[in-house]
């Protein structure tokens, strides 16, 4: 057994202790896999208590459980269960009082990493809630939704897509599902419709992303070109969702200059060697969405 804080400290050695393969390290964006797990531990909010909770490593599982108050309980698991796979899942049970009524939530966040056929670093980030509010005894609601995320060889993202499903209720009691229950249409979302938001992004150029946008309850969506969001550099993606709904976007070449920093300011050389594939032409690229028989853009009034 060691502590929380150590489990921290040491992440990277740790969860190769449980076999992952050393194929999926060489991808840089295993960096942000590990991110992931950190995230899910330190949102828990131990403070100062990281150096006393006992983790515990059992039939290849590494996992700890934290008890915020009486009604507040946290659970993580991290596994390999397959060597090019590493799955973290972090499991919340929440007890509160609410207009006189006790309202029971389990909440279940999954990130599972691991390399596809083509070579690719899949991130997939799956959420999913089960409550009991305004709910029979033998009933209680499902949220669910997830995100994925594919990082090419240079740990370069070249398509990211998020879909949110609407709430639906469920013939089980509150106190009968279980996490897999809770997490089984999220892990599915990708291969069905009926999502109320759905947002893609995919790579165009460096600085450049195709995105898809839809909102069924709202009838908003989009389809065209938009630029990244380069404030965390551009090996990831990222858009400012303000102005998306622009009816005229222009994107115009960059310069040489421009170009080489954006490059310049990654430090992994092999990251940078991906983004310069994405950078050939930019100086010559350009978009303007009048000339786009695809583009749409309609929002809400």
Sequence with gaps: MYSVK???????????????????????????????????????????????IEVLEKDNIISFEFNKNMNEKYTIRISVPYKDTLRCERAIEKKEIINGDEVKTKTVDEVISKIDDMGNLVITSNYGEANNLHCDRDMCNIIYGAERKVYNNFGIMEKREIRRFPKYGTNKNI?????????????????????????????????????????????????????????NGYADMSISSRNLFDNHVIIRPLMIQEIEKMIDEETDPKVRIGLREYAKDREFYSYDSDEDVNYHSNAMK
Excluded at 17 to 42: C, E, F, Q, R
Excluded at 180 to 200: E, P, Q, V
């Design 175 to 231: 106190e009968e599902v279980s996490n897999m229950f809770i997490l089984s249409g999220a892990r599915d979302c990708f291969n069905t419709k009926g999502y109320s938001t759905r947002t893609l992004l995919v790579r165009e150029k460096i600085d450049v992303a195709k995105v898809v946008y839809e909102n069924n309850r709202t009838m908003e969506n989009y389809i065209g070109m938009r630029l990244l969001n380069g404030k």
């Design 6 to 52: 150590e489990l921290l400290e040491n992440i990277n050695q740790k969860v190769s202790d449980l076999g992952l393969s050393p194929v999926i390290k060489l991808n840089p964006a295993y960096k942000t896999a590990l991110a992931h797990i950190i995230v899910l531990i330190s949102q828990i909010g131990m403070k100062d208590k990281t150096d006393t």
